[in-house]
C-alpha cells in the first residue's frame, strides 16, 4: 500500500459516522532494519480533518506565547482540530477507510 492510496481518503465509522478525509499520515520509524538505510516506517495514524496543515505548522497548540499576527488571522481555523485515528482502528482500506466505532476496541488484525 502506498501512502497516496489514503491521502484524501473519506474515512467512516462502522456505524456510518463520517469523520472526514485523511489529509496527513503520522509514520514512526520502528520497524526492521534495512540495510544501511535505518529502521523501516509504519503508518501510526491518519490525521483526519481540515485542521491538518494548521498542525503541521504548529498553529493548532494553544500557547500564550503565540504572536498576536497569527491569532487573528488564522484564529477561525484553529477550532477544526485535526483528529489522529491510531491505525490499529483501522478495519478496512477501500473505497472508504472504515474504522472501529468505539476507540478502546482494536480491528481483528490489530
Do not use: K, N, Y
Request: aromatic share 4%.
Amino acid at each position: 500500500m502506498r501512502l497516496s492510496d489514503l491521502l484524501g481518503q473519506e474515512v467512516v465509522t462502522e456505524g456510518g459516522e463520517h469523520l472526514g478525509r485523511v489529509r496527513d499520515v503520522r509514520l514512526v520509524q520502528d520497524g526492521p532494519l534495512l540495510g544501511t538505510w535505518g529502521a523501516a516506517f509504519r503508518v501510526d495514524a491518519l490525521i483526519v480533518g481540515r485542521g491538518a496543515v494548521l498542525a503541521r505548522l504548529g498553529l493548532t497548540r494553544d500557547t500564550p506565547s503565540e504572536p498576536d499576527l497569527l491569532q487573528r488571522p488564522f484564529g477561525p481555523f484553529r477550532r477544526r482540530r485535526p483528529v489522529p485515528v491510531p491505525w490499529d482502528r483501522v478495519v478496512e482500506v477501500g473505497d472508504v477507510i472504515r474504522v472501529t466505532d468505539d476507540p478502546t476496541r482494536r480491528s481483528p488484525g490489530g
